[in-house]
């Protein structure tokens, strides 16, 4: 199927990519025993959707405190200077607040200049790309020269420890990326489709306006398959998302290779969101792609931390080789709203690509 | 599929794949295995994992569909249909 929506930027470019995990680490063998299904499946499982370690933060740790320590730390290591970022954007499902926006109780933290734009945006899975996309839209203003875009969630606050669809695999995290106008005439390629038919596909159906929390919302049932979740706790549809992903994901890729006059060799690395191993081994399958050059080690070493996803997989595969070359990388995020993006483009030379505990 | 494996030798293989996975069941039956409930989302993973393996293959992902995996029967056809050179090899 074509896609429609095929964007395309001119002379950006990403400089620094910082992710930020919470230094608590869960082992999938210790909370096996609140599953409802035998050891051996288990283990099963375990090597064949990547389950094994998840960072968890804290219960009083904020999407906020993950993002204010990664720009302090930026700042202290001079890859970053207060004054220059005229744009925060952050990207998130787990907000501090409902209002105000987190990225504004961001800059009042930092003491960030007023002269600046601050931007929440609820996206989760194609995080990463939604954001990125926002960044571009904003460097094509000319006063605008550098945007600091965050990447934060800590939704494992939200997950049932007895749900097996989801417990296993959700991480927490946060991924700061630069993304500044460039001298080089590069183009960026990208494009998006979206899909609120299945809005409930993934969701946390309790706690906004439509349903606030309330002692009925947070009473535990079993569903079909065995596991314990309340009205508060995050659901997944697992075989839809499955299903959406494998449809939807390759004619993405192939239709952005296509626009973009290029083929898979060319790509040096498919960088895509990290939902479990089997689901990526199954898409590498489809198109066609060697595993080592679309990464899937991320739930198994870190979880799934939604937008934070591909810069995790930056920065623990690839980090060395981006700090000294240039590398041509495909992004794809999909999940939740349902939302599909895909981004083509040059990445390299960056002046910080690393890991940092809080 | 590389291999000449005539089709009562794949069924027996196949049902000592799902015996193994849920070992309470028996699998020889002529019933729906997912209406049955014998097999969940999780089963099905480590099934289409255990017959790719076992019969070097990759089961596309658009195939795996509940109703791909609800008898001996739809297992064999999706394996004929993800590997299988021609239908021949199993016959």
Same mark, same amino acid.
């Given at each position: 199927?074509?896609?429609?929506?095929?964007?395309?930027?001119?002379?950006?470019?990403?400089?620094?990519?910082?992710?930020?995990?919470?230094?608590?680490?869960?082992?999938?063998?210790?909370?096996?025993?609140?599953?409802?299904?035998?050891?051996?499946?288990?283990?099963?499982?375990?090597?064949?959707?990547?389950?094994?370690?998840?960072?968890?933060?804290?219960?009083? &740790?904020?999407?906020?405190?993950?993002?204010?320590?990664?720009?302090?730390?930026?700042?202290?290591?001079?890859?970053?200077?207060?004054?220059?970022?005229?744009?925060?954007?952050?990207?998130?499902?787990?907000?501090?607040?409902?209002?105000?926006?987190?990225?504004?109780?961001?800059?009042?933290?930092?003491?960030?200049?007023?002269?600046?734009?601050?931007?929440?945006?609820?996206?989760?899975?194609?995080?990463?790309?939604?954001?990125?996309?926002?960044?571009?839209?904003?460097?094509?203003?000319?006063?605008?020269?550098?945007?600091?875009?965050?990447?934060?969630?800590?939704?494992?606050?939200?997950?049932?420890?007895?749900?097996?669809?989801?417990?296993?695999?959700?991480?927490?995290?946060?991924?700061?990326?630069?993304?500044?106008?460039?001298?080089?005439?590069?183009?960026?390629?990208?494009?998006?489709?979206?899909?609120?038919?299945?809005?409930?596909?993934?969701?946390?159906?309790?706690?906004?306006?439509?349903?606030?929390?309330?002692?009925?919302?947070?009473?535990?049932?079993?569903?079909?398959?065995?596991?314990?979740?309340?009205?508060?706790?995050?659901?997944?549809?697992?075989?839809?998302?499955?299903?959406?992903?494998?449809?939807?994901?390759?004619?993405?890729?192939?239709?952005?290779?296509?626009?973009?006059?290029?083929?898979?060799?060319?790509?040096?690395?498919?960088?895509?969101?990290?939902?479990?191993?089997?689901?990526?081994?199954?898409?590498?399958?489809?198109?066609?792609?060697?595993?080592?050059?679309?990464?899937?080690?991320?739930?198994?070493?870190?979880?799934?931390?939604?937008?934070?996803?591909?810069?995790?997989?930056?920065?623990?595969?690839?980090?060395?080789?981006?700090?000294?070359?240039?590398?041509?990388?495909?992004?794809?995020?999909?999940?939740?709203?349902? &939302?599909?993006?895909?981004?083509?483009?040059?990445?390299?030379?960056?002046?910080?690509?690393?890991?940092?505990?809080? | 599929?590389?291999?000449?494996?005539?089709?009562?030798?794949?069924?027996?293989?196949?049902?000592?794949?799902?015996?193994?996975?849920?070992?309470?069941?028996?699998?020889?039956?002529?019933?729906?295995?997912?209406?049955?409930?014998?097999?969940?989302?999780?089963?099905?993973?480590?099934?289409?994992?255990?017959?790719?393996?076992?019969?070097?293959?990759?089961?596309?992902?658009?195939?795996?569909?509940?109703?791909?995996?609800?008898?001996?029967?739809?297992?064999?056809?999706?394996?004929?249909?993800?590997?299988?050179?021609?239908?021949?090899?199993?016959?």
């Amino acid at each position: 199927m074509e896609l429609k929506v095929n964007l395309t930027f001119h002379n950006k470019k990403i400089t620094g990519i910082l992710t930020i995990l919470p230094s608590n680490i869960v082992k999938f063998e210790d909370e096996m025993d609140n599953y409802n299904f035998s050891k051996a499946k288990s283990l099963k499982l375990k090597l064949a959707m990547g389950y094994n370690t998840h960072r968890i933060a804290k219960d009083n &740790t904020t999407v906020s405190d993950l993002c204010v320590y990664g720009l302090n730390y930026l700042f202290e290591k001079d890859y970053l200077k207060k004054e220059d970022i005229d744009a925060l954007i952050l990207i998130t499902q787990s907000p501090d607040y409902f209002m105000p926006p987190t990225s504004n109780v961001i800059q009042g933290k930092l003491g960030l200049k007023h002269d600046m734009i601050c931007l929440d945006i609820n996206q989760g899975c194609a995080g990463f790309e939604i954001g990125l996309y926002q960044a571009f839209m904003l460097l094509e203003q000319s006063e605008v020269n550098k945007v600091v875009l965050l990447n934060a969630d800590i939704l494992s606050k939200k997950v049932s420890k007895r749900d097996r669809n989801s417990n296993p695999l959700i991480g927490d995290g946060a991924s700061i990326t630069i993304v500044e106008k460039s001298d080089k005439p590069n183009v960026i390629n990208c494009n998006i489709k979206m899909n609120g038919t299945g809005y409930d596909v993934l969701m946390v159906p309790a706690g906004g306006f439509k349903l606030p929390s309330s002692p009925e919302t947070a009473e535990m049932k079993e569903d079909k398959a065995g596991n314990f979740r309340s009205l508060d706790n995050l659901v997944m549809k697992g075989d839809e998302v499955f299903n959406f992903v494998q449809r939807e994901v390759p004619p993405m890729i192939e239709n952005l290779l296509k626009s973009s006059k290029r083929d898979i060799e060319e790509v040096n690395y498919f960088m895509f969101h990290q939902p479990n191993k089997f689901m990526l081994r199954k898409l590498a399958d489809k198109m066609k792609i060697p595993y080592d050059k679309m990464p899937n080690n991320v739930v198994e070493n870190y979880g799934n931390a939604s937008g934070v996803s591909i810069p995790t997989a930056i920065c623990h595969n690839i980090s060395e080789e981006l700090k000294s070359d240039d590398m041509f990388l495909c992004f794809a995020g999909f999940g939740v709203g349902l &939302t599909w993006a895909s981004i083509l483009m040059n990445v390299g030379h960056l002046d910080f690509c690393e890991f940092l505990e809080y | 599929m590389n291999n000449t494996k005539k089709l009562n030798e794949v069924r027996k293989e196949v049902v000592a794949i799902l015996q193994e996975i849920r070992p309470e069941f028996d699998f020889s039956e002529k019933i729906d295995f997912i209406e049955e409930g014998m097999l969940d989302s999780f089963d099905v993973v480590t099934l289409v994992t255990t017959l790719d393996e076992k019969f070097q293959i990759s089961i596309d992902g658009m195939d795996i569909l509940p109703e791909n995996f609800a008898t001996i029967d739809s297992i064999i056809e999706l394996l004929l249909k993800n590997g299988a050179k021609s239908e021949s090899d199993f016959s």
